[in-house]
T-cell receptor, first 115, second 111 residues
Framework: DADVTQTPRNRITKTGKRIMLECSQT?????MYWYRQDPGLGLRLIYY???????NKGEISDGYSVSRQAQAKFSLSLESAIPNQTALYFC??????????????FGDGTRLSIL | GENVEQHPSTLSVQEGDSAVIKCTYS??????FPWYKQELGKGPQLIID?????GEKKDQRIAVTLNKTAKHFSLHITETQPEDSAVYFC??????????FGQGTRLTINP
């Protein structure tokens, strides 16, 4: 089984709809991240969380919100989806603990299309 | 904040030849530099990383070099094989635990 699981893997929806992408991990890591991938732009950080009570905005947080329901679960929401949020979304984790500069481990992504 | 530039965006090499991908970064405080490989339909996977107190690191056919003075680091793949075809990303740290990624390099190995 995958250590970092993202659901759904694919989603097509309409402009204005609320969407939630979910991420769960079995690695026991404290730190979780949400990234967006667009062609030619690499991975850009949306939000990150260093523990259940800690949520931080990343480079491109506008139009997104997150919830850290437990150490193992981190959800990304698009409150009112717009077409330019069509992208690949990745969840990542790092840890254990708070030692700096630990590798990040990625899920296999959610392909989101907004019509 | 940190800015990471990656070149080239696409690279095509003959099987058995070497491939080199280069990245530059802007924040002199960055001290951790991972490289990720992304295959089609999958998430990025860490293949090698280097910390700022080391100039070079090797793992079989893969090596990474770091020049802190010039603020650039490179990925070297020797004796390339078809399974090396993928998109590769470099990254550098911003702060204690955030990564800033390069734009990616699509590597194609021609048989």
């Amino acid at each position: 089984d995958a250590d970092v699981t993202q659901t759904p893997r694919n989603r097509i929806t309409k402009t204005g709809k609320r969407i939630m992408l979910e991420c769960s991990q079995t690695k026991g890591h404290d730190r979780m991240y949400w990234y967006r991938q667009d062609p030619g732009l690499g991975l850009r950080l949306i939000y990150y969380s260093f523990d259940v009570k800690d949520i931080n905005k990343g480079e491109i947080s506008d139009g997104y919100s997150v919830s850290r329901q437990a150490q193992a679960k981190f959800s990304l929401s698009l409150e009112s989806a717009i077409p330019n949020q069509t992208a690949l979304y990745f969840c990542a984790t790092s840890g254990p603990g708070t030692r700096s500069n630990q590798p990040q481990h990625f899920g296999d992504g959610t392909r989101l299309s907004i019509l | 904040g940190e800015n990471v530039e990656q070149h080239p965006s696409t690279l095509s090499v003959q099987e058995g030849d070497s491939a080199v991908i280069k990245c530059t970064y802007s924040d002199s405080a960055s001290n951790y530099f991972p490289w990720y490989k992304q295959e089609l339909g999958k998430g990025p996977q860490l293949i090698i990383d280097i910390r700022s107190n080391v100039g070079e690191k090797k793992d079989q056919r893969i090596a990474v070099t770091l020049n802190k003075t010039a603020k650039h680091f490179s990925l070297h793949i020797t004796e390339t094989q078809p399974e090396d075809s993928a998109v590769y990303f470099c990254a550098a740290t911003e702060g204690a635990q955030k990564l800033v990624f390069g734009q990616g390099t699509r590597l194609t190995i021609n048989p």
